[in-house]
T-cell receptor, first 113, second 114 residues
């Protein structure tokens, strides 16, 4: 059964700190790994990773995939209070022809001023 | 439309009632997904449509759950004889075509069964 594990489950930091969020996975026929940010309701897309070792970057956020270790990290530098959210990691396999995403439980990040 | 929309945003149902949750995907998106998110958990897959065809319903928790997308656009998730364990946020997502990785999520419907 496909599985995604995120750590830590929650994290409290001060503005300006750098954080690293972890995601490990087991999936049949891996296709991609995605990171989402969920503030209130709808998860919003951050990154999609398919190739190992290639860093994706958007402003203060960056992410990289390690297919050998079946894991990914999401880094946020110079955190701001607006970064407070739940960060979800999801993987997509191609089992049974479905493109469903399997999500982890998320990491709840709180950034204090 | 500009994004995925869902209605109602909130629904309170008494145990045993039937409910219907609506999803309007982004116009032209072929793939549509339903997820259930319990408090403190990540979203869990329920079912997947490609146009009007329901290709995967392996995540539906019981035969009380039924989903349809008759014309390949709007989708409805119906829950019959609701139970307290059905209380959750129901998220709909769409993607442009099969094989497009990015799924765009709607705001969800928060269902509370009393």
């Amino acid at each position: 059964e496909d599985k995604v594990v995120q750590s830590p489950l929650s994290l409290v930091v001060h503005e300006g700190d750098t954080v690293t969020l972890n995601c490990s996975y087991e999936v049949t026929n891996f296709r991609s790994l995605l990171w989402y940010k969920q503030e209130k309701k709808a998860p919003t897309f951050l990154f999609m990773l398919t190739s190992s070792g290639i860093e994706k970057k958007s402003g203060r956020l960056s992410s990289i995939l390690d297919k050998k270790e079946l894991s990914s990290i999401l880094n946020i530098t110079a955190t701001q209070t607006g970064d407070s959210a739940i960060y979800l990691c999801a993987v997509e396999g191609t089992q049974g022809g479905s493109e469903k995403l399997v999500f982890g439980k998320g990491t709840k990040l709180t950034v204090n001023p | 439309g500009a994004g995925v929309s869902q209605s109602p945003r909130y629904k309170v149902a008494k145990r045993g009632q039937d409910v219907a949750l609506r999803c309007d995907p982004i116009s032209g998106h072929v793939s549509l997904f339903w997820y259930q998110q319990a408090l403190g958990q990540g979203p869990e897959f329920l079912t997947y449509f490609q146009n009007e065809a329901q290709l995967d319903k392996s995540g539906l928790p019981s035969d009380r759950f039924f989903a349809e997308r008759p014309e390949g656009s709007v989708s409805t998730l119906k829950i019959q004889r609701t139970q307290q364990e059905d209380s959750a946020v129901y998220l709909c997502a769409s993607s442009l075509w099969p094989g497009a990785y990015e799924q765009y999520f709607g705001p969800g419907t928060r269902l509370t069964v009393t």
